[in-house]
């Protein structure tokens, strides 16, 4: 589990090719590395990855064609939000994050407002149903407040700190970025489905 408070800004050294997959070497001094293990997870860009090989400054993770066909930016060298798993004992800054990431969504419009910036996302039509104002999201890891939505689209702002401190500031009209719903909505969905299921099981038992 994440927060989506970013804690460093690293770099995709290499994208290797290992068949259909991906081998990252990613540079993370920044992040602090000594209490990393092999097997932690670590999520670049919002999507949760495994550290497979660990150096003082930089650790290989191992990406499968299942995560790159639902992701972007895992796939060539460039600079991405890291953060390290949450620790029972860590304060929850931002919201729950898996780093499972469930769709892709395109940038709109980034509007520089003079004291923060407003980020305009056109979701997948299959994620604006779970997507609320005042809600949370992730996007490329980073967690947000959801301002405005209209049918797709959606809106939130963000202060200076974010942008000075994650790839936040790199975005522009057209860049692809991924999203993570608010875990909350998963359950209210499931518990909604569960209950008209159930009635329906209850109504075909009376009907017998």
């Known amino acids: 589990m994440f927060t989506g408070i970013i804690q460093a800004v690293g770099q995709i050294e290499s994208a290797s ?25 670590i999520a670049v860009n919002g999507v ?4 497979t090989q ?9 990406v499968s064609t299942e995560t790159l066909n639902v992701t972007v930016g895992l796939d060539q060298p460039q600079a991405v939000n890291l953060e390290k798993a ?8 931002g919201h729950l994050v898996s ?8 940038v709109v419009a980034f509007t520089d407002l003079g004291d923060c910036w407003t980020l305009t996302i056109e979701a997948p039509r ?11 999201i992730c996007v490329n890891g980073v967690s947000l407040t959801v301002n405005s939505i ?7 702002n963000i202060i200076p700190h974010t942008l000075q401190n994650t790839t936040s500031h790199q975005l522009k009209v057209g860049s692809r970025v991924n999203l993570e719903i608010d ?11 569960w209950a008209q299921e159930n009635n329906e099981q209850k109504n075909n038992e009376k009907a017998k």
């Open 99 to 106: 780093g499972h990431v469930d769709g892709v969504g395109s």
């Open 183 to 193: 875990q909350i909505a998963r359950y209210v969905e499931r518990m909604t489905e």
């Open 150 to 156: 209209e049918k797709d689209t959606f809106s939130m």
């Open 126 to 136: 299959a994620l604006s149903k779970y997507i609320a104002k005042k809600g949370s």
């Open 54 to 62: 660990r150096s003082k400054t930089h650790f290989h993770a191992h």
């Open 17 to 41: 090719k290992m068949g259909d997959d991906i081998q990252l070497v990613i540079h993370a001094a920044a992040l602090g590395l000594e209490d990393v293990d092999l097997g932690d997870s």
């Open 48 to 51: 949760c990855l495994t550290a």
């Open 86 to 93: 949450l620790r029972l004992n860590d304060r929850l800054g």
